[in-house]
């Protein structure tokens, strides 16, 4: 079973995949660590990410050590990820292990989530099940707020909010695989829901969907 979860940033895909990813004994890739290992590679090598050769010659040196780190959790790190990610070069040099991962899951797992912004439109259009995961603006910049804070960073929840916003509005209009929800995902607004009650949800639409295949789950 292939699960592509997208949507913007702080909305939830992360939690829900993780949780998705556990009932049913599938591997995860977080596919927005791919975006921000290329943005901690050009910071270290002081590369500029607006040049699409240097950003594209940085996401193709990682490995999978690189996925790893507590500098992927950055905010600044977070932006500087949606910059380099307008670059059809860097797309292009993180599809392949993407739809690897899909294709062979590791650690003999039955299948796989991704969760990112482009799985279900470009990396995995075949993917079994797909969802679209979204919740207001402001919600989601409380969230991420509430993140950092449990973090022991501290931030300005109206900057939150706003560099959340600078973030979607480079995701939805970028040329290259724009953040959209493909027709066949299912949308799931979790404005007013808590994570319980989002994984639920996403589990019987998991469930009707495999039903109406004629696969058992
Ligand atoms: O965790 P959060 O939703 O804030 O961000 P993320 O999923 O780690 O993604 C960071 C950035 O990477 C996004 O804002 C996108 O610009 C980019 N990204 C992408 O373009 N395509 C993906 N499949 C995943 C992330």
Do not use: C, W
């Amino acid at each position: 079973m292939v699960i592509a979860i997208d949507g913007p940033a702080a909305a939830g895909k992360g939690t829900l995949a993780r949780r998705l990813a556990e009932q049913f004994g599938l591997a995860h890739l977080d596919t927005g660590l791919l975006y921000r290992a290329t943005a901690v590679r050009l910071l270290l090598d002081g590369g500029d990410p607006n040049s699409e050769l240097t950003a594209s010659a940085a996401a193709r040196s990682l490995s999978t050590n690189d996925l790893r780190g507590p500098e992927l959790l950055d905010e600044q790190v977070a932006r500087l990820a949606s910059v380099v990610a307008v670059h059809d070069g860097v797309r292009a040099a993180l599809l392949d292990f993407q739809r690897s991962f899909a294709a062979s899951p590791p650690n003999g797992a039955r299948g796989a989530v991704l969760d990112g912004r482009d799985i279900g439109s470009v990396i995995l259009p075949d993917a079994d099940i797909k969802i679209f995961v979204t919740a207001s603006s402001e919600v989601r910049a409380e969230r991420r707020y509430q993140e950092l804070r449990a973090r022991g960073v501290h931030s300005i929840k109206s900057l939150v909010l706003k560099k959340i916003q600078e973030r979607d509005e480079r995701d939805r209009h970028r040329e290259v695989a724009p953040m959209v929800p493909v027709e066949d995902a299912f949308l799931l607004d979790t404005t007013n829901m808590d994570a319980d009650a989002a994984f639920e949800a996403a589990y019987e639409f998991v469930m009707l969907r495999q039903t109406s295949n004629g696969r058992n789950v």
